[in-house]
T-cell receptor, first 115, second 107 residues
Framework: NAGVTQTPKFQVLKTGQSMTLQCAQD?????MYWYRQDPGMGLRLIYY???????DKGEVPNGYNVSRLNKREFSLRLESAAPSQTSVYFC??????????????FGSGTRLTVV | KNEVEQSPQNLTAQEGEFITINCSYS?????LHWLQQHPGGGIVSLFM???GKKKHGRLIATINIQEKHSSLHITASHPRDSAVYIC?????????FGTGTSLTVIP
């Protein structure tokens, strides 16, 4: 099925460990995003990639790095996990045409706990 | 101050009731999105609006650009509509999200 696939679905890390969240979309979308969702705070943008080869910081980039490996894949890396990074992470993609965003599609989420 | 404000935060309705969720925003936008998040966590895009009104089944979304306001209506609500509904606006290369409205429809 077409869509956004992110892995893993669940992860528990110890403080200081590193990990990479993987995201892939098969809709040929230009733009991809990583969000975190925390109770009472809604979705917050960590990083986004407007097109292949570009990445930009969002609202809460500290402690994260991203790689737009190709048009399909956009990964999020935690180099040294902290308990404050316990959250649900969503990857999303969209087509962008003249500043408007179409086909906005989310992955199923990764529930990350840092202990 | 949040760029996107939703009301109400929580809503409980009887099956069959007409439901309205409101969204106000403070930034210039290229489009407004309504998203639905079910208890399992997955997020689905319901509508993207830049003007007027859109209808899909029992769901209707309207937007008033001058007033910077949008509403999501659900007609003949059903327990399977129970979810969190999130308003989001796209502005330049940014998305801004409301904190969501948690809807529970009781049989």
């Amino acid at each position: 099925n077409a869509g956004v696939t992110q892995t893993p679905k669940f992860q528990v890390l110890k403080t200081g460990q590193s990990m990479t969240l993987q995201c892939a979309q098969d809709m040929n979308h230009n733009s991809m995003y990583w969000y975190r969702q925390d109770p009472g705070m809604g979705l917050r943008l960590i990083y986004y990639s407007a097109s292949e080869g570009t990445t930009d910081k969002g609202e809460v980039p500290n402690g994260y790095n991203v790689s737009r490996l190709n048009k399909r894949e956009f990964s999020l890396r935690l180099e040294s996990a902290a308990p404050s990074q316990t959250s649900v992470y969503f990857c999303a993609s969209s087509e962008s045409i003249l500043g408007s965003y179409y086909g906005y599609t989310f992955g199923s989420g990764t529930r990350l706990t840092v202990v | 101050k949040n760029e996107v404000e939703q009301s109400p935060q929580n809503l409980t309705a009887q099956e069959g009731e007409f439901i309205t969720i409101n969204c106000s925003y403070s930034v210039g936008i290229s489009a407004l999105h309504w998203l639905q998040q079910h208890p399992g966590g997955g997020i689905v895009s319901l509508f993207m609006l830049s003007s007027g009104k859109k209808k899909h089944g029992r769901l209707i979304a309207t937007i008033n650009i001058q007033e910077k306001h949008s509403s999501l209506h659900i007609t003949a609500s059903h327990p399977r509509d129970s979810a969190v509904y999130i308003c989001a606006v796209s502005s330049s290369n940014q998305f801004y999200f409301g904190t969501g409205t948690s809807l529970t429809v009781i049989p």
